[in-house]
Each structure stands twice: as C-alpha cells, then as structure tokens.
C-alpha cells in the first residue's frame, strides 16, 4: 500500500512539474508602495502534491495562493526535514549546518536555558530583531511548544536582553492562532508575524501523509486552509496593504508516519505561496526570478556560499528565503549574517522592479 501511494505521489508530482502548474498569467506591474503587514505562515509537514491532489473545490484557498507568486518545487534546508531547524532557517534567513548555519540540529523540546545564541556561539540575528529595530511591532503564533526556543532567544537571552518579539503565544487549536493574527491585523498599522500551523505534521504522525481523498492527512490541510481563508478575507476587506508567504519546514511520507529522510524528495519538496491583498497576478517563482533561481526539478542542492556568485544563481527557491523576502516587502534591509536571499533578489508581483520598494526615511 506504501509503494503504491509513493508511486502514485510520484507520478502525481512529476506531472504538476511537466505542465507547469505552477505557472500562471503573464504577469502586471505592482504598486512600489510598502506593504503594512507581512505574514509568515508555516504549515507544518504540507507536502506540495498534496494542494493539486485536494484540487480548488476542497482546497480554494490554497488554490488562491497559488494563483499568485508561487512554486510547488521549493525546497527545505539541504540536510535537514525536521521542524526547529527548518523554522529557525525561515527566520534568520540561514541554514543549519556549516559556518554560516544557525546551528540548531535538534527537533526536540529545546534544554531548560539554551538560545540559538549558546548553541551557535554568537548572536543569531532574527528577522524580529530587524523589524523591531525598525519600529515595526512583531508577532509569533505557535502550535508546537518548542518554539519557546525562539521566546528565549530573542526576548531574554542576550546581553544586554531585549525583546524583539513583542507579542507571542503557543495555542494547541489551530483557530487560536488565526484569531491571533486577525487581531493584530485589526490593532497594529505595521506589523511583521510569525504563524504556525502543526495539524497536518500532527496527522501525519498519526496516520500517514496519505493525499488520497478521505485521508486525516488531507482533512488537516482541509481544516488549515479554512483558517488561511478566514486571515485573506480579514486583509482583502481591509485598506492595509498586506502580503502572506506560505510555506513549510517539511513534507512526508518517507518512512510512511514521518519526514525524517533528507533525501527523500516526498520529504524535502515543499510550496513557497506569495499572496498579496491586492490580488497580484499569477507567475511561478522560478519564472520570474530565472535570473537569480533555478528550478531543481527533483535535485536536493546544497546551499551556496555567500561569495559564490554562480552557485547563488544555481539556488532553488527554498523556506529559508522567507525572513529575507518578508524584510524586503517592510521596505527593510536583510538579517545580518543570513545568506539565503540575503540579496534580497527574490522578486514577487510580477515584472522586473516590482516589488523595488521604498526604504525607510532615516529621519
């Protein structure tokens, strides 16, 4: 039963990558102005085959998403498909081994008193902290309490200490966490946020991250979807101009109840959606950005070296662009020290300089 669906997972995917369905609409020019909000949202263990297989009738917000900039061939950390180091990768804009990496390996709740910083042994800066240096207020809505790890980091453990994640909260229901996000949408002029999303990973712990129909693994993303909805209805009705990226720390399915094989591509394929309020156009990522990414078609590529001009161009579109992309939509610079799209170069919305906004006046 196992081969089988990987087979039919295969065949699924290959089919999606051949004919483009990632791909959209010519694209149109966008407004330069700064976006208010930017969200990033996490849904834990979503493999991409899995948005196609639920199709636009039990998926429309997920479909919704991908009708604007996206690709379903993005890619996890090189060397790891497990949470805490995938998650801590989309906020610091690093990976998690070598000298630049951010260094955090394990996936269990993290030991009583250790930071990102103790474990890397220096300061690793956040896409929080250049927000809040910026005065743009911060958020993190979570689903695992392992994300203390982050609480930690960045509000206490550093000398001298500071908080850069003003508001935080874990919630085990998953309409606790979008009805966090609406109220800060609904309080804050600006904002960058943080959301996680556990239940598919939870499901697929516990059943198998099986996209056949009437799977608990594709009810989980049934029931994650409904939340997306609610949050991009909340912004389409509003006059703040807000962006969403989409991701995931992992796909699934390789052994069948986990995600743990970095080689395994069910695993280490995951969406990268970018949505924004005014409705952009569609455009696949890679499209767009063939200048600075190349799609890896089904290949696990390592990361490149900073001062690696060839091997950056040769880079796919992976999770760890999130924090860099997410700065650059708040009119900010890149997290110091990160080197995945730390050019901010990875474009959104359409044609050469769209999404070239404004910096902040230094006044």
Not at 67 to 87: C, I, K, M
Not at 170 to 178: I, K, L, Q
Not at 205 to 215: L, M, R
Request: net charge negative; proline share 8%; charged share 20%.
């Amino acid at each position: 039963m196992v081969t089988a669906l990987v087979i039919r997972c295969s065949a699924l995917l290959l089919a999606m990558l051949a004919t483009g369905e990632t791909s959209g609409r010519q694209p149109t020019p966008a407004s330069d102005r700064l976006f208010d909000h930017v969200f990033v949202i996490s849904v834990d263990g979503l493999r991409s085959d899995a948005i196609p297989a639920g199709g636009p009738g039990r998926l429309p917000t997920f479909h919704r998403l991908l009708g604007a900039s996206s690709t379903l061939n993005a890619r996890t950390d090189p060397e790891f498909t497990v949470t805490l180091p995938n998650h801590t990768s989309m906020i610091t804009g690093r990976p998690t081994a070598g000298a630049h990496g951010h260094g955090w390996r394990e996936n269990s709740e993290p030991p009583e008193g250790e930071t990102l910083h103790t474990r890397a042994g220096f300061e690793v800066v956040s896409m929080f902290d250049v927000a809040h240096g910026h005065g743009i207020r911060t958020g993190c809505f979570f689903s695992k309490s392992k994300f203390s790890l982050w609480i930690r980091s960045f509000n206490a453990g550093r000398e001298p200490p500071r908080t850069s994640i003003v508001r935080a909260a874990f919630h085990e229901g998953m309409s606790e966490v979008t009805d966090e996000a609406i109220a800060v949408l609904k309080e804050w002029d600006r904002g960058l946020v943080f959301l996680h999303y556990a239940l598919p990973d939870r499901a697929g712990h516990e059943h198998g991250w099986d996209i056949s129909p009437d799977s608990p693994f594709m009810a989980s993303i049934i029931e994650i979807d409904g939340e997306l909805g609610r949050l991009l209805d909340e912004m389409a009705s509003g006059t703040r101009r807000c962006a969403v990226i989409v991701t995931s720390d992992h796909g699934g399915g390789y052994p069948f109840r986990t995600h743990v094989a970095a080689h395994m591509w069910v695993n280490y394929i995951i969406p990268f959606l970018v949505w924004t309020s005014d409705e952009a156009p569609s455009i696949d990522l890679y499209e767009l950005n063939r200048e600075v990414r190349r799609d890896p078609s089904l290949d696990r590529p390592p990361c490149a070296e900073p001062d690696d001009e060839a091997g950056q161009r040769m880079q796919p579109v992976r999770n760890g662009d999130a924090a860099n992309l997410a700065l650059h939509l708040l009119g900010l610079p890149p997290v110091p020290g990160s080197i995945i799209n730390s050019r901010q170069d990875l474009r959104i919305l359409g044609e050469a300089g769209a999404t070239e906004v404004r910096s902040p006046d230094p006044g």
